[in-house]
């Protein structure tokens, strides 16, 4: 945005399906405290289209509805950048239940220390289901991400998420906004906005609350999309791979090798590794490691949502996310590194090149 140019916000809303989801979005909304921003609806080739869901909000908000055959979130974002009239674009995904200061929040940041992109952090809402509430806490806590998604102020950097985010007309048009990937096309957006000499900034105060997956079998499935595109990501952009990308996959080797090891050394007794005896206490110990940890996570849990049920749910969720993720990103290295696949020959549905 150029100098003294007037902050024109464009709120820009890729969906398919979700219908629910998006009504819950769409009345949030409506009860914003600051009301001047307009609202793209991208409908991403949903089987049954959603404008009837949308149309009872034209009165209320600015709202424009576009329909286009589905090519995956990044480039039906891009639509959205495309068709907008604003000059900063803020992204949200149908999933999300917007708090009143949401708008406000973000225009007061923009007018404090102005950024061309920044990311905003997720909770979980009291409406929640319990599932959804353990999700969101290994999404989001300290002992699991780091404390980024939800908030952690001092991260240096920070690789915005597109659930929350928003970017600058500039960087849209310097980057051409979102990549043809259809896994990881947010943090590989963020690496070229650094490339392009922008800045991103995290806002704490504009948070959402993110309804995430609503069963383990799709959170699994969406932990290990993360996972193996994460090599993706690193082979695309080396300087910003990180040793912590391999810390899933490492708790999910050691996890398995404790357990087998224990189980195989009970009663306690000495092993025979090689030339060496090894007392079996070992392998407890090692297993205790993780016993440690999962306690650790359970009384957080229970202490932040104030409830035992939502911390024994935080247990299986947290393993859910890091064997998806871990078993992801091994895998995806495996291909690359041994089988020396390219990641179009390895993941094809990864990538749309219309």
């Not at 949200?92 to 952090?121: M, N, W």
């Amino acid at each position: 945005m150029k100098a003294r140019e007037e902050l024109k916000l464009s709120v820009i809303v890729a969906v398919f399906q979700r219908e629910d989801e998006l009504r819950e979005l769409l009345d949030s909304l409506c009860l914003q405290t600051d009301t001047d921003f307009e609202l793209l609806i991208v409908d991403d080739g949903s089987p049954e289209p959603l404008e009837s869901i949308t149309k009872p909000y034209a009165d209320r908000l600015n709202l424009h509805y576009f329909y286009k055959p589905n090519s995956g979130s990044g480039k039906t974002r891009n639509y959205g950048m495309a068709k907008a009239k604003g000059n900063y674009f803020i992204f949200l995904d149908s999933d999300t239940i917007i708090p009143p200061s949401y708008i406000q929040t973000v225009k007061a940041e923009l007018a404090r220390e102005y950024t061309d992109g920044f990311g905003g952090p997720d909770a979980a809402d009291d409406s929640f289901t319990d599932l959804q509430k353990a999700i969101t806490f290994s999404m989001t806590s300290v002992l699991t991400t780091g404390g980024i998604r939800g908030g952690k102020t001092h991260v240096g950097r920070f690789e915005p998420r597109s659930f929350n985010m928003g970017i600058s007309r500039e960087v849209y048009e310097k980057t051409g906004g979102f990549s043809e990937l259809r896994a990881g096309e947010d943090p590989d957006l963020t690496f070229r906005i650094w490339k392009s000499g922008f800045q991103t900034r995290l806002f704490p105060e504009a948070k959402v609350y993110h309804k995430r997956r609503t069963s383990l079998k799709k959170f699994a499935k969406q932990t290990h999309r993360f996972g193996s595109a994460r090599p993706i990501l690193n082979l695309r952009h080396p300087e910003h791979a990180r040793i912590t990308y391999w810390f899933p996959g490492v708790f999910l080797c050691g996890l398995c090798f404790s357990l087998v090891m224990a189980a195989f050394s009970f009663p306690l007794r000495e092993i025979r590794i090689g030339s060496c005896y090894v007392s079996s206490l070992f392998f407890s110990l090692f297993l205790m490691v993780y016993v440690l940890y999962f306690v650790s996570l359970f009384v957080l849990c229970v202490w932040q949502y104030r409830s035992v049920k939502v911390g024994l749910l935080s247990l299986l969720t947290t393993l859910v996310q890091f064997s998806g993720y871990g078993y992801g990103f091994l895998k995806s290295q495996f291909y690359f590194k041994i089988l020396r696949r390219t990641p179009q020959q390895a993941y094809p549905k990864y990538f749309d090149y219309t």
